[in-house]
């Protein structure tokens, strides 16, 4: 084997490897272009976790015939690429992903919201690709008994589940839940701000720390230190143990309702800061540990007051919809395909749904959601 193609595969391999986790006819060449080359490796990737790439052909991923388009697909296509093997071999059918618990192909959505009259936990699902109407499952009664205000549920690097949530109007307790199937919670809980003088810790969320391959854990909270809410941070591995929490960033204003995506290379911060007239601000940041600046406001034709951002992509699409959560009006969404331009959309939500997320779902999960909660 000569010694440059052995350099190309160490380098190329380890990297498919990793892209897999972020990013899916002739038998490998998925997007149909005349070649077959890395860029069909990383669609199969992007496929294989669930985010639908476009222009993908499945028929073409299965190249070594096992009935399933994994990782070890994008691998051998890779390797082909590099010239490591002559041949590879797709089936006369089109085999279905076989990946992580949950890693798609995603279906529909589920709209997590509470309500101010009852501040529990409930659910609603979308099956429109755009995302454009959702429908309140359990008769739009709780799916969850606790309190719960500010609900934030986002599908895990291992394909599960997670769930964060506000626990009181005052007090140091957010509440840290853990699920395999958006219907059965561990966890409850966590006493994350004893160490401190703080009366509220407001709107918890979560995000997958690149740079750090862990998650932070991030809320709002106020100490004598400080009259104003700033953004406080634990970090975690696995969503049971919870690093003692310190102050993230500050940005000399009240800042609450931190939400974070990942886009092209940086993180976006959409969150409320100042006074209830002020809008919601987009901030950026090219490093998670720095911290978000107080960033422009956004959003400036919709109701005030207005807080609540959340963001998420469209199944199989460059779109993504921004949610916002004016006090006394119905949620309003922006879209957009760069976080540089947003269009108004209407998109009808369950009465009186306050400061929600969304996260993309199977259909075997949807099924189960609605067996559970017709």
């Not at 699902?125 to 739009?140: H, I, K, Q």
Request: proline fraction near 5%; charged fraction near 20%.
């Amino acid at each position: 084997m000569e010694k440059s193609k052995v350099i190309r595969t160490i380098i190329l391999v380890p990297f498919i490897w990793c892209l897999y986790l972020l990013c899916a006819a002739t038998c490998g060449d998925v997007n149909a272009n005349g070649n077959i080359d890395i860029v069909d490796a990383l669609l199969i990737a992007r496929y294989y976790v669930g985010l639908n790439p476009e222009n993908f052909d499945a028929t073409a991923a299965d190249v070594n015939a096992d009935s399933g388009i994994n990782i070890t697909d994008a691998l051998l296509v890779a390797r082909f690429y590099v010239g490591l093997i002559s041949a590879l071999s797709c089936p006369d059918e089109t085999p279905s992903p076989t990946a992580i618990p949950g890693s798609g192909p995603y279906v529909a959505y589920l709209l997590a919201y509470f309500r101010n009259e009852n501040e529990k936990l409930h659910y609603a699902v979308s099956t429109d690709p755009d995302a454009r109407s959702f429908t309140a499952l359990n008769g739009d009664n709780p799916v969850m008994q606790q309190f719960v205000r500010d609900p934030y549920i986002h599908r895990l690097q291992n394909g599960t589940f997670a769930f964060v949530h506000t626990t009181a109007m005052s007090g140091r307790t957010i509440a840290v839940w853990r699920s395999g199937d958006l219907i059965n919670w561990n966890g409850g809980t966590v006493d994350i701000m004893t160490h401190t003088d703080t009366d509220k810790c407001w709107a918890p969320e979560f995000v997958w720390c690149r740079e750090e391959n862990l998650y932070y854990i991030f809320w709002a909270s106020n100490t004598s230190a400080r009259s104003y809410n700033v953004i406080w941070r634990s970090t975690t591995a696995d969503f049971i143990n919870v690093s003692t929490p310190s102050m993230w960033y500050d940005i000399g204003d009240y800042d609450i309702d931190l939400t974070i995506l990942y886009f092209n290379g940086e993180y976006i911060g959409f969150h409320k800061v100042g006074l209830l007239d002020d809008y919601n601000r987009l901030s950026r940041t090219s490093r998670l540990s720095q911290g978000f600046p107080s960033g422009q406001e956004v959003f400036t034709d919709g109701q005030l007051p207005t807080e609540g951002p959340e963001a998420f992509q469209l199944i199989g699409q460059t779109k993504w919809h921004v949610i916002v959560d004016p006090f006394d009006y119905a949620m309003e969404v922006h879209e957009t395909t760069d976080f540089q331009n947003f269009t108004r959309i209407q998109v009808t939500f369950p009465s009186n749904a306050k400061h929600c997320s969304v996260v993309q779902i199977t259909q075997s999960e949807l099924d189960a959601l609605r067996a559970r909660y017709p």
